[in-house]
């Protein structure tokens, strides 16, 4: 039931900053909603609620270094698309090898 | 150039994509809860920043591009892989705003609870657009 909600919660929550991203002009400014807390509203809303406050506290800390290697897989996307003229999808889903390796190193180091 | 909103490109999307958006939403939550649940917090926090529904939006607007073009008979490829580009640019400055909302959070859920999602969101929205303006800035400099 809990996966259920988080799935629907979830869902909801990205598609509306999703679609929000869709509509803006110009296209590097409607980019912002691609790094949009969707996912992170959906979850820590439902771990607020469930776990409490210092658990979430906790994932806000880790969530930090997740985005910052957000900051990278981005520029590797680009980069993948404008300079090797990969396709979209291909690019997108190559470069999330350096997000998962950049994510758990950086964690690994600072946090341990 | 101002920022608008262009209500026509809502007739460009068909509804299973929707319903993709919908689904890898869902996902993504559910992986981010799953490995906190699993693994802890602190591994959890890293996947709320998991770039799975990028890789669909990307797509989607590379999609959507190429389609334009080809309807006024180009091949639109590359137009198709630049609007990507340009998006994946945004979503870099978008997620150093991404790590100014998980900063707040940190730093305000022990005391303000569902009020440090409402200020961390702010602050993601002031730092994105913040940092997209002072890149325009830049540009129009250079």
């Known amino acids: 039931m809990e996966y259920l909600i988080r799935f629907l919660a979830g869902g909801i929550v990205v598609s509306a900053f999703a679609m929000l991203g869709d509509a803006l002009r110009p296209k590097s400014f409607a980019g912002l909603f691609g790094a949009a807390p969707s996912v992170a509203l959906a979850t820590l809303s439902l771990a607020l609620w469930k776990e409490g406050a210092d658990y979430v506290s906790i994932e806000g800390r880790s969530m930090i270094l997740g985005a910052l290697a957000l900051a990278g897989y981005s520029l590797l996307v680009c980069q993948l698309l404008m300079r090797a003229r990969w396709s979209a999808l291909a690019a997108t889903t190559t470069a999330i090898l350096p997000w998962l390796a950049i994510a758990l190193g950086s964690k690994q180091l600072f946090l341990g | ?142």
């Open chain 2, 1 to 142: 150039m101002v920022v608008r909103v262009k209500w026509s490109a809502f007739k460009q999307g068909r509804w299973y994509e929707y319903v993709l958006r919908v689904v890898l939403g869902g996902l993504a939550t559910s992986l981010a809860g799953g490995v906190a649940n699993v693994f802890g917090p602190e591994a959890g926090g890293l996947f709320l920043a998991f770039p799975a529904i990028f890789c669909a939006s990307a797509t989607l607007i590379e999609k959507h591009e190429r389609e334009r073009k080809q309807e006024l008979g180009l091949s639109g490829y590359r137009r198709g892989t630049d609007a990507a580009a340009l998006d994946a640019a945004g979503a870099g400055l978008g997620s150093i705003g991404l790590a100014a909302f998980g900063l707040g959070v940190w730093l305000l859920a022990p005391t303000l609870a569902f009020g440090s999602l409402a200020l961390g969101a702010a602050g993601w929205l002031l730092a994105s657009v913040l940092l997209w303006r002072l890149r325009r800035e830049a540009r129009i400099v250079k």
